[in-house]
């Protein structure tokens, strides 16, 4: 796991995702840092593109996070979180997640990355880095049915291995349930991902190596752009409470101007982050509660056209 973050450097990050409520470390805390980061904090892969290796190291992040207010995938983004957490004064592990293939089969171990935070007796997970998936923590070990404002989860104990394994799963629209991905409740240590977080930086087996992907959840739904690895097919996607709007952009300009316009992210310029080149991939082809946390003053209107 990383070393926690400083009481400074939690203070910053605080104030990256406008967090100003209490800091005890409670489950109300936690669960309003948790649905704070996910709609100040994008989803996103942009750094493989932009020949920028992925560290996971503190310090790495927290400037890439917090000081470049950048995204991450779930390797940075949890981690961090997990880092915060900890000098917070909860109690933190690193889990394991084997996300669900559209072939029905499971990913490797390690390749999600998830958090386990206790609480008094319970333990809950934390999940800010799959992308569209659970607002607040579940709570772990309860098997059934957890609802929250949007949307429905459920646990159960995997046949294979119930007493390590759990199936997380995420209701849809046409009230069919979809697994996410299956988790490992063995604590890990963070250097146990590093294989899979180089892969999915190299690999041309990766998603991430294939799509550009930069997503961020808004109040009523979420906003994402995406780009082919060869740079072609720019699509912006909206989701909100009246369904899924997709548009196809015109070119890389017009995608580099939402991507500063919707996330606040632009083209990396050599004086403005220290180096962390890496090669570039061969990308193959193909409830209602009471918010402790200041409002984001973007809107989200209908993207420009």
Known sequence: MLEPL???QIRAYLD????VGPTQPTLSTLRQIHLAHLLRVPFENLDIYWGRAIRLERDFLFQKIVQERRGGLCFELNSLLAAVLQGMGFSVHLLSGQVIRADGRFGPECDHLAV????????WLVDVGYGDAFREPLRLGEPGIQAQAEGRYRLTPWSQDP?????????????????????????????????????????????????????LATPTGRITLTARANG????????????????????????EHLLAWAFGIRLPTTSSAPERKMARPTAAPTEARQLSFKPDPKPYPAVPE
Request: aromatic share 12%.
């Open 116 to 123: 386990q935070v206790n609480c008094g007796d319970e333990a």
């Open 6 to 8: 400083t009481p400074a």
């Open 163 to 215: 007493e390590r394994y759990w199936l997380i799963h995420q209701e849809q629209p046409d009230r069919t349930w979809k697994t996410l991905f299956l988790l490992d409740r063995i604590p890990r240590q963070l250097q146990e991902f590093e294989p899979m977080c180089r892969f999915h930086q190299t690999s041309p087996e990766s998603r991430f190596t294939r799509l550009r992907l930069c997503s």
């Open 16 to 19: 990256r995702i406008g967090y």
């Open 232 to 255: 072609s097919v720019f699509k912006w996607i909206e989701t909100t409470p009246e369904g899924r709007r997709e548009r196809l952009l015109k070119d890389e300009k017009e995608y």
